[in-house]
T-cell receptor
Framework: GESVGLHLPTLSVQEGDNSIINCAYSNSASDYFIWYKQESGKGPQFIIDIRSNMDKRQGQRVTVLLNKTVKHLSLQIAATQPGDSAVYFCAENGNSGNTPLVFGKGTRLSVIA | EPEVTQTPSHQVTQMGQEVILRCVPISNHLYFYWYRQILGQKVEFLVSFYNNEISEKSEIFDDQFSVERPDGSNFTLKIRSTKLEDSAMYFC????????????FGSGTRLTVV
């Protein structure tokens, strides 16, 4: 079946540098995407979302880019901080009558002080 | 900020025993979900619940699982006869408008089956 996946399982970044976390999706019907952050022992926390009628959306220090042509989603974190260390998941909605969100495998971001 | 509350935070049970995981969704939310996460793996969908009935369920959600909204505030997941492979983090989530508008997750219940 169709699924959401991630290119890299781990990413190490120097504090202050920018981080880019990537996600490939294969369900062309998906029109809503979310990035979640999960810290150790906690539930997924909403970071930012984007709908398919947009290519880019910015939040506080985070930007999500959507490339529908190649079915690619990325999360950019500016000036990465130690508190950004976590596992990041992308999720898609599948767009089939409010079907539940489908999560990718996750990328672990480690920030080196 | 409103949050989804889950209890207990950690549950240890013997194989074959029944467990009930409890969740209090955000009060004005109408859509409720259970997901699970085996250690180090991705978050997997179990079941969604809307208008007092299951709206979707995954292959994982077999006859050993059931959900209930016994009153206006609680949402429970019951595993009738636990197996070792049921050991995982179980997350409850709720949404005001459904998956197309994102969820709020609880902090999870770590279930350990011994």
């Amino acid at each position: 079946g169709e699924s959401v996946g991630l290119h890299l399982p781990t990413l190490s970044v120097q504090e202050g540098d920018n981080s880019i976390i990537n996600c490939a999706y294969s369900n062309s019907a998906s029109d809503y995407f979310i990035w979640y952050k999960q810290e150790s022992g906690k539930g997924p926390q909403f970071i930012i979302d984007i709908r398919s009628n947009m290519d880019k959306r910015q939040g506080q220090r985070v930007t999500v880019l959507l490339n529908k042509t190649v079915k690619h989603l990325s999360l950019q974190i500016a000036a990465t901080q130690p508190g950004d260390s976590a596992v990041y998941f992308c999720a898609e909605n599948g767009n089939s009558g409010n079907t539940p969100l489908v999560f990718g495998k996750g990328t672990r971001l480690s920030v080196i002080a | 900020e409103p949050e989804v509350t889950q209890t207990p935070s950690h549950q240890v049970t013997q194989m074959g025993q029944e467990v009930i995981l409890r969740c209090v969704p955000i009060s004005n939310h109408l859509y409720f979900y259970w997901y699970r996460q085996i250690l180090g793996q991705k978050v997997e969908f179990l079941v969604s619940f809307y208008n007092n009935e299951i709206s979707e369920k995954s292959e994982i959600f077999d006859d050993q699982f059931s959900v209930e909204r016994p009153d206006g505030s609680n949402f429970t997941l019951k595993i009738r006869s636990t197996k070792l492979e049921d050991s995982a983090m179980y997350f409850c989530a709720s949404s005001e408008l459904g998956a197309d508008y994102g969820y709020t997750f609880g902090s999870g219940t770590r279930l350990t089956v011994v």
